[in-house]
């Protein structure tokens, strides 16, 4: 079974993007600025926020962290995003989610400009997305997305079973998908008869947010699974995937971690650069 390397993918993808940038900084006056927003102490988020603004640092891509305390009113949420909108040295925002408790996540993404909505979950991105449209795309599935392109993976013509349908993972990844000609099928926790749409797949995608929801008796010999799942377990981390009984199974898969997760972030640093060259090259 070959393994799906992300973090090797991921690796290459900020030293190409560190070669665009250093290559096009003077030419555009400045070099990338993202400003990431973390609001409250969640670890798990912190951890995820460190790791974006380490990964902007290796690239070349300004990083400026805003911290807001867990306490902190909608309005003022509000204010710090149109704040960073009107700021011409920021290129692109990120709101780390989850929002605590309280704070309407959905409506401060729509406050974002969708030019600097590095995210892609602006409605306006979404729709984009939805049409075909050029335009930001969420993080998670198109880094999927390149790590198949990378590793020779075709999915033109295959049939596809994305089992969840969330509006970060599941569902831009299913439209991806589609667009790239692929066969889609989408599952989710109404849906019948799982098992047996999972095993009609050349092409599994798991985002459920379940340890080892996708097991070897559910995957048909050769097909291509690509764990998109992060689980904290007693353990450690663990993906949606049984990893160890699909070994035997699957004709290549992504492990948890080293797969989809590095890749997630190394589709943060490109948007990045694309929106900065999308900003500067129309001033
Ligand atoms: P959500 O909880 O938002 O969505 C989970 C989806 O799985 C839902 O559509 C849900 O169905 C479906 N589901 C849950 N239980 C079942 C079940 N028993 N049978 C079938 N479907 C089920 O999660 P996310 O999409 O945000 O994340 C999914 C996983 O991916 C998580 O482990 C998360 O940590 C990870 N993740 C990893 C990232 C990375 O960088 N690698 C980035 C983002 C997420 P329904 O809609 O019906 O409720």
Redesign the pocket.
Same mark, same amino acid.
């Given at each position: 079974m070959l393994i799906i390397d992300g973090k090797k993918t991921a690796a290459d993808i900020r030293r190409e993007l560190h070669d665009r940038v250093a290559a096009l900084s003077a030419r555009h006056g400045r070099p990338p600025g993202l400003a990431v927003i973390l609001v409250g102490d969640d670890p798990a988020s912190q951890v995820y926020v460190r790791n974006k603004e380490k990964a902007c640092a290796e690239t070349g891509i300004v990083s400026r962290g805003i911290r807001l305390s867990a306490g902190v009113s909608q309005h003022e949420l509000e204010a710090a995003i149109l704040e960073l909108n009107a700021d011409p040295a920021i290129d692109g925002i990120l709101l780390q989610l989850p929002l605590p408790r309280g704070l309407d996540s959905q409506c401060c993404l729509n406050l974002i400009d969708p030019a600097k909505d590095v995210d892609g979950f602006h409605p306006v991105n979404m729709g984009r997305l939805a049409l075909g449209l050029p335009g930001p795309r969420p993080?998670?599935p198109a %880094?999927v997305m390149v790590l198949l392109e990378r590793h020779g993976i075709g999915v033109a013509g295959k049939k596809a079973v994305v089992? %969840?349908?969330?509006?970060?993972? %599941?569902k831009p990844l299913a439209l991806m998908l589609l667009h790239a000609n692929a066969t889609v099928t989408v599952?989710?926790?109404?849906?019948a008869g799982?098992a047996g749409e999972v095993r009609s797949a050349e092409l599994v995608f /798991? /985002?459920?947010?379940?340890p080892g929801?996708i097991t070897a008796d559910m995957v048909r010999p050769g097909a291509v699974v690509v764990d998109?799942?992060?689980?904290r377990t007693d353990t450690g981390l663990a993906?949606?995937c049984d990893f160890e009984g699909l070994k035997g199974v699957a004709s290549a898969m992504t492990p948890?971690p080293g797969?989809?997760?590095p890749?997630?972030?190394a589709q943060l640093l490109t948007n990045t650069v694309d929106v900065w060259l999308a900003r500067t090259l129309k001033d």
């Open positions: 993080c998670t %880094g089992v %969840g349908r969330s509006n970060i993972v %599941g599952c989710h926790s109404r849906t799982l /798991a /985002a459920v947010g379940r929801f998109v799942g992060i689980n993906g949606d948890v797969g989809v997760g890749m997630t972030i």
